[in-house]
């Protein structure tokens, strides 16, 4: 069997699937040059690979576009795959997906829809990635999702036949990255309490920050550690009562100072308000720190409440300080 890997974005993740594939059949994987040189060398020689020119596009569909759709299907046409696998996150998808049709497609669902305040109805970026959307759905062959909620969006909302979908368990694609830098006796220094990731309002930053007053008056040394970049962060700033008792890393998280944070974490919070799956939540268990997630997703699929961390209600600052 000859299977093809796409993404344009998710390397990590992707790159680990090709090796693990590679290790029963040929594999060729496509990825785009923005921003992927730093992943290369943790390709396994046994997987082809093939990066197209992507960064003079940057995501805008249009007829300039052309070249590198075409060197994609070449390249694929080339390999002559028994199956296509993409993740869908890019708007490149829209003139691919029909044109690569000849062969059977399986789709990756990282988010069934876009998350709040990442769309708006006559923005053309938010109308191009509900068109990759709706592609994805109803143009593959199979579909997989990392979540039994996410299944089940897809089925009820979307009228996506059950019998097309596959759950598959958010695997560890983003542990390793991290773990390799991993200090030995490096331990909390104090109660810390770490949100990492993007910073987008869906993923609940404000209801952490409103609930410092109630955590440092029980625990009076615990420090708020927020680590991450999106948004503008003035607004959270400005909701910050205590703001001595908060750690601000406001940037793109290299994996060896992320791997510190996580080392010196007590705890790893996700209070988002709506979400599929985080990657946030294996690699939190891959440095053995607990998770307190909000009953949002599929997020809570992967928790053992009361034992790998604790589920709390969204929005809800008193439960998630009490948690």
């Not at 406001?250 to 799956?277: D, H, K, M, W």
Request: proline fraction near 8%; include cysteine.
């Amino acid at each position: 069997m000859r299977v093809a890997c796409l993404t344009f974005w998710f390397y990590d993740y992707t790159i680990q699937m090709a090796n693990e594939l590679a290790r029963h059949t040929d594999v060729l994987l496509l990825l785009p040059d923005y921003r992927s040189e730093d992943y290369l060398e943790s390709i396994e020689p046994e997987v082809k690979v093939h990066v197209f020119d992507y960064s003079q596009y940057a995501g805008r569909l249009g007829p300039s576009c052309y070249p590198m759709i075409r060197d994609i299907i070449a390249a694929i046409d080339d390999f002559s795959p028994d199956v296509i696998h993409f993740q869908v996150n890019n708007p490149i998808l829209c003139p691919l997906i029909p044109l690569l049709r000849k062969y059977p497609l399986v789709a990756t669902f990282h988010d069934i829809e876009p998350h709040p305040g990442e769309d708006h109805l006559m923005d053309i970026g938010s109308l191009l990635y509900r068109l990759t959307l709706f592609l994805s759905r109803t143009l593959t062959d199979r579909i997989f999702v990392h979540g039994a909620a996410l299944k089940e969006s897809l089925v009820e909302n979307y009228h996506v036949p059950g019998r097309k979908v596959h759950v598959i368990p958010i695997g560890e694609h983003e542990v390793t990255p991290f773990t390799k830098f991993r200090e030995e006796g490096l331990e909390p220094d104090g109660p810390r309490v770490l949100f990492f990731g993007r910073i987008h309002s869906y993923k609940g930053l404000d209801c952490l920050i409103q609930a410092e007053p109630l955590i440092t008056r029980e625990v009076a040394d615990a420090r708020i550690v927020i680590a991450g970049t999106g948004e503008d962060f003035g607004r959270y700033e400005e909701m910050m009562a205590g703001r001595e008792a908060f750690e601000v890393y406001n940037y793109r998280i290299p994996y060896e100072e992320g791997a510190r944070l996580f080392q010196q974490a007590s705890v790893v919070a996700l209070p988002y308000t709506e979400a599929s799956q985080s990657g946030v939540i294996p690699t939190a268990y891959g440095f053995k720190k607990p998770v307190v997630v909000t009953d949002v997703g599929s997020l809570p699929e992967i928790v053992d409440n009361g034992k790998t961390g604790y589920i709390v209600p969204p929005h809800d600052p008193t439960a998630l300080a009490g948690a």
